[in-house]
């Protein structure tokens, strides 16, 4: 992963996005071929759902902790599963609905840390990364997509 010393928390976030809907707007010429990585498999919709499920799960987490309370145990199958729906075609419908989901939650991503102050960063509440480090985390997110590539 790139490091990216003068990014904010936020940048972190969106320009992860950014970066897989980038290589996504590729991916409508995926030919069902599956990107082995590591010990996983890879498709465009598999990265999609994953990139998903990350910022969703975070969230969660950030959210529970600003409110005092512990945060839920996620339940994904994460990457160690790829269901039917991960070797359907990616569609044109496919990417629009990626680009709505993933800018969506980048945004509500952005929106909550710009209203952290640099001591809620760097101090957060509750067990567990920094919100701060947590951003930086997500921009790892990129693996994901970066697994299935530029099918250009």
């Keep these: 992963m790139t490091e990216h010393p003068h990014e904010t928390p936020a940048q972190a976030v969106t320009g992860m996005v950014d970066h897989v809907l980038a290589l996504a707007a590729t991916w409508t010429r995926w030919d069902g071929r599956l990107f082995e990585i590591d010990d996983r498999v890879y498709t465009p919709h598999k990265a999609v759902r994953r990139v998903a499920d990350h910022l969703v799960d975070h969230l969660a ?74 951003a930086r985390h997500l921009r790892g997110s990129t693996y994901y997509a970066d697994a299935v590539g530029e099918l250009s």
């Design 61 to 134: 987490e950030l959210e529970a902790r600003l409110a005092g309370e512990e945060p839920q145990a996620d339940h994904w199958h994460a990457s160690t599963v790829t269901t039917e729906a991960d070797l359907a075609a990616f569609t044109q419908e496919d990417l629009d609905e990626a680009r709505s989901r993933l800018t969506r939650l980048a945004r509500i991503w952005a929106n909550r840390l710009e209203t952290l102050t640099d001591e809620q960063l760097d101090a957060s509440p509750g067990e567990g990364w920094s919100f701060r480090e947590l």
